[in-house]
């Protein structure tokens, strides 16, 4: 079967960094993407990979390593904005999006 | 502005009736898509169209229903005999491409609440 996994929830501090890990098996591989979803709204698209290596975005960077079926989102200098559900969801073989469940993430003062 | 718009925001319906949940995109999208979103599990795919007049199944399309009549619009109705009804409703589009193309944007979302 087909499986994207994320930790279920993280606490970080404001100013600090923090690293979201996502493991995903699938049924090939079309690329990975990351969303944000702030409470009760929809989520908002962060990025995209489908190379190996990281791609950076501002605060916001995200890894991949297609061979170990392994991809992180880095968010750096956090921010209380930042307090929202990071969901990790992979493009297969027919072109259809399997999501992770997603990881919420506290940032404390 | 182009964008995904869904309405209403909160729906509440008494049990045994149908209720028809609105999307319209404006970002010329091929592919429109609905998801269901539960407490603690990530989105599921009800149903999603890549052509007008034409539309797939998704992992929980019992009990829903959708049609395709215009590119820009995708309304589910939800029925009577689907059994656990209560949930946030997401509807999304992207491009047809392969690649970042395909990125599916998404609308505000409708919780529905079934009393």
Same mark, same amino acid.
């Given at each position: 079967g087909q499986n994207i996994d994320q930790p279920t929830e993280m606490t970080a501090t404001e100013g600090a960094i923090v690293q979201i890990n996502c493991t995903y098996q699938t049924?090939?591989?079309?690329?990975?993407f990351w969303y944000q979803q702030h409470a009760g709204e929809a989520p908002t698209f962060l990025s995209y990979n489908v190379l190996d290596g990281l791609e950076e975005k501002g605060r916001f960077s995200s890894f991949l390593s297609r061979s170990k079926g392994y991809s992180y989102?880095?968010? %750096?200098?956090? &921010?209380?904005?930042?307090?929202?559900?990071?969901?990790?969801a992979v493009m297969d073989s027919n072109y259809q999006l399997i999501w992770g469940a997603g990881t919420k993430l506290i940032i404390k003062p | 502005d182009g964008g995904i718009t869904q309405?209403? %925001?909160?729906?509440?319906? %008494?049990?045994?009736?149908?209720?028809?949940?609105?999307?319209?995109?404006?970002?010329?999208?091929?592919?429109m898509y609905w998801y269901r979103q539960d407490p603690g599990q990530g989105l599921r795919l009800i149903y999603y169209?890549?052509?007008?007049?034409?539309?797939?199944?998704?992992?929980?399309?019992?009990?829903?229903?959708?049609s395709r009549e215009k590119k820009e619009?995708?309304?589910?109705?939800?029925?009577?005999? &689907? %059994?656990?009804? *209560?949930?946030?409703?997401?509807?999304?589009?992207?491009?047809?491409?392969?690649?970042?193309?395909? *990125?599916?944007?998404?609308?505000?979302? *409708?919780?529905?609440?079934?009393?």
């Open positions: 049924s090939g591989f079309n690329g990975l989102l880095l968010l %750096k200098e956090l &921010q209380m904005k930042d307090s929202a559900s990071y969901l990790c | 309405s209403p %925001k909160y729906l509440f319906r %008494k049990e045994g009736q149908n209720v028809t949940l609105s999307c319209e995109q404006n970002l010329n999208h091929d592919a169209s890549q052509i007008v007049n034409d539309f797939q199944k998704g992992d929980i399309a019992e009990g829903y229903s959708v619009s995708f309304p589910l109705t939800v029925t009577s005999a &689907q %059994k656990n009804p *209560t949930a946030f409703y997401l509807c999304a589009s992207s491009h047809i491409a392969g690649g970042p193309t395909d *990125t599916q944007y998404f609308g505000p979302g *409708t919780r529905l609440t079934v009393l």
